[in-house]
């Protein structure tokens, strides 16, 4: 008997986010596995809020055909609630990010957090950061299974991309001068401010660091640059395509991602690093929350200590020091990244705990894939 699934995702493209990649892709390569219905928010942010309901109506009128219901967060699992009311034997299964945890409205908390997310079946968490959050918040650790995101290992992948390439995105730059990558939402949690008054004046003059994305710590960052005086030095280049991303991690010579803690605000997991060292460019990381899940030291990336101004300071000129060791570093990096987080294996997780959930749920014996 095959795996009947209903996926219900309101994080989906044309929103753009690492949540909204993740989603799309799990919708696709869980079918694999098992046969996937979709029924996602094609619409962008203006249907946002009117889809939590309409997935309710309509997951509730399609749930009895399906084998599980498996949510793309932990907003919806007011839908997994609602669909445990009417079908109890029904598995209904969550992927859980850490700000579905910690997000810090009165109402939320008291609904969402303690009484719909505790209800549904399993939650895959991202990051094992997240589970711990969870636990803190009064949600069993048994509910818990970890599977890390999932990447295609060749859609960000092209060594054709050239310095020209790179210059056509960021404008003139010598091929004496070093580029450090960071890309991604812009959320306090990055670092990036941090970075830029910390760490940055103290490194070579001779370095670029370039900035590519967007988000609410913005204003702070320009202040961190007008502080520094590092105008020239650093290039905000607000949000960028794929094609343009894809460009700037498969030529510039280094991603750093220096987290710094938030109260509240964990990060999950970490996807565009993880994305950045499937080019095959070395990766430095703090060693903090779900990044410690995605990134094993000396293997696909580099640990510094968070707010650590001197180890971030060490961990980036040795890796700068030597051009044919850095490269080298990159490609088993990237050889480790795509072992490890390839989707065809992480597709193949989820279907296993859904399968178990399912078996759980319903007291039957396990469906054969």
């Given at each position: 008997m095959s795996l009947r699934v209903l996926f219900i995702s309101r994080a989906y493209p044309p929103i753009v986010g690492g949540i909204e990649n993740q989603n799309a892709a799990l919708s696709?390569?869980?079918?694999?596995?098992?046969?996937?219905?979709?029924?996602?928010?094609?619409?962008?942010?203006?249907?946002?809020?009117?889809?939590?309901?309409?997935?309710?109506?309509?997951?509730?009128f399609m749930a009895r055909s399906f084998d599980a219901v498996l949510l793309g967060d932990g907003v919806l699992s007011v839908v997994g609630w609602a669909v445990k009311i009417f079908f109890p034997k029904k598995a209904v299964l969550s992927v859980i990010h850490g700000l579905d945890i910690t997000y810090p409205l009165f109402l939320y908390q008291a609904l969402w957090v303690r009484v719909f997310i505790p209800k549904l079946d399993a939650l895959i968490a991202v990051g094992n950061e997240?589970?711990?959050?969870?636990?803190?918040?009064?949600?069993?650790?048994?509910?818990?299974?970890?599977?890390?995101?999932?990447?295609?290992?060749?859609?960000?992948?092209?060594?054709?991309?050239?310095?020209?390439?790179?210059?056509?995105?960021?404008?003139?730059?010598?091929?004496?001068?070093?580029?450090?990558?960071?890309?991604?939402?812009?959320?306090?949690?990055?670092?990036?401010?941090?970075?830029?008054?910390?760490?940055?004046?103290?490194?070579?003059?001779?370095?670029?660091?370039?900035?590519?994305?967007?988000?609410?710590?913005?204003?702070?960052?320009?202040?961190?640059?007008?502080?520094?005086?590092?105008?020239?030095?650093?290039?905000?280049l607000g949000y960028v395509s794929d094609r343009a991303r894809d460009i700037l991690m498969n030529t510039c010579d280094l991603f750093v991602q220096p987290n710094i803690p938030v109260p509240g605000d964990v990060e999950g997991f970490g996807i565009t690093p993880i994305e950045a060292a499937s080019c095959g460019i070395p990766v430095i990381v703090s060693r903090l929350e779900g990044l410690k899940d995605a990134f094993t030291d000396n293997k696909n990336g580099i640990f510094a200590e968070p707010e650590d101004a001197n180890d971030w300071k060490e961990k980036i000129e040795r890796m700068l020091s030597d051009k044919s060791a850095r490269k080298a570093f990159g490609e088993r990096a990237r050889h480790y990244t795509a072992e490890h987080y390839n989707w065809k294996t992480i597709s193949a997780c989820y279907a296993g705990i859904i399968k178990k959930t399912v078996a759980q749920t319903t007291g039957e014996r396990e469906l054969h894939l």
């Open positions: 696709v390569w869980l079918k694999e596995h098992a046969k996937v219905t979709t029924l996602a928010n094609r619409f962008g942010k203006k249907f946002l809020p009117i889809f939590l309901p309409y997935a309710l109506c309509r997951a509730l997240t589970i711990a959050v969870g636990e803190n918040h009064g949600i069993a650790k048994e509910k818990f299974e970890f599977v890390p995101n999932g990447i295609d290992p060749e859609q960000h992948y092209n060594p054709n991309f050239t310095h020209n390439d790179l210059e056509g995105i960021i404008g003139d730059v010598r091929k004496d001068q070093t580029v450090i990558l960071t890309a991604g939402r812009l959320a306090h949690r990055k670092g990036v401010a941090w970075f830029i008054r910390n760490v940055l004046p103290s490194l070579s003059k001779e370095i670029i660091y370039v900035v590519a994305g967007d988000g609410s710590d913005r204003d702070a960052i320009r202040s961190a640059v007008e502080e520094t005086k590092t105008f020239e030095r650093v290039k905000l």
